[in-house]
């Protein structure tokens, strides 16, 4: 079955770093392109990131932009989100999705987006 599974979130101060990972299985990882999307509370769910399958173009939500950086090893399946300077606003799950292309098309829509993880909980206190 086609899964993928995040880890890494947890309980960080403002200004603080975390490191999320996203270990993917059942297809072929490399052939599509991975996303990162986050669900705050009382909001709609909304796309953080996405890389394409060969890892050389990305594409960020204008809110963090300067700060998240997403990264894919392609030999190990796993795809990363580094979180920098996180603030109380940063507090969501995350999630993790494949994409059913293997480009990001400049765009990122759960729409385009077919296979998606539990999450896993971040939360930035103030």
């Known amino acids: 079955a086609q899964e993928v599974v995040e880890s890494g979130g947890g309980l960080v101060q403002t200004g603080g770093s975390l490191r999320l990972s996203c270990i993917a299985s059942?297809?072929?990882?490399?052939?599509?392109?991975m996303a990162w999307f986050r669900q705050a509370p009382g909001k709609e769910r909304e796309g953080v990131s996405c890389i394409n399958w060969k890892g050389d173009h990305t594409i960020y939500a204008d809110s963090v932009k300067g700060r998240f950086t997403v990264s894919r090893d392609n030999a190990e399946n796993t795809l990363y989100l580094q979180m920098t300077s996180l603030k109380p606003e940063d507090t969501a799950m995350y999630y993790c999705?494949?994409?059913?292309?293997?480009?990001?098309?400049?765009?990122?829509?759960?729409?385009?987006?077919?296979?998606w993880g539990q999450g896993t909980q971040v939360t930035v206190s103030s």
């Open positions: 999705a494949a994409d059913t292309l293997e480009l990001c098309w400049g765009r990122l829509m759960q729409s385009d987006y077919n296979v």
């Open positions: 059942g297809f072929t990882f490399d052939d599509y392109a």
